[in-house]
Nanobody
Framework: QVQLVESGGGLVQPGGSLRLSCAAS????????MSWYRQAPGKGRELVAT????????NYADSVKGRFTISRDNAKRTVYLQMNRLEPEDTAVYYC???????WGQGTQVTVSS
């Protein structure tokens, strides 16, 4: 059974940092491209960042380029999203997605507010 479990969300002040983690099980993690999406209240789900399976190539939404970094540890079957210089507009539920299994995690809330 495929499972994706996100963690690391919370409340942070503008300009602060958070690191999200997504622990995967139930599929061959190293062969799957992985992504982070987010959904703000009243808005659709938005792609934030992706990382490929083999070379670890990355892509980012324009709104987070230079502030967020996606990475993966295949030995730990985990994908990360390091978020720096957070802005109130980054407030959303963040979801992990596994391309190989077309699966979603349950999401973790990130709130940026003073």
């Amino acid at each position: 059974q495929v499972q994706l479990v996100e963690s690391g969300g919370g409340l942070v002040q503008p300009g602060g940092s958070l690191r999200l983690s997504c622990a995967a099980s139930g599929f061959i993690f190293s062969t799957s491209g992985m992504s982070w999406y987010r959904q703000a209240p009243g808005k659709g789900r938005e792609l934030v960042a992706t990382i490929s399976s083999i070379r670890g190539s990355t892509n980012y939404a324009d709104s987070v380029k230079g502030r967020f970094t996606i990475s993966r540890d295949n030995a730990k079957r985990t994908v990360y999203l390091q978020m720096n210089r957070l802005e109130p507009e980054d407030t959303a539920v963040y979801y992990c997605f596994a391309a190989r299994s077309d699966s979603w995690g349950q999401g973790t809330q990130v709130t940026v507010s003073s």
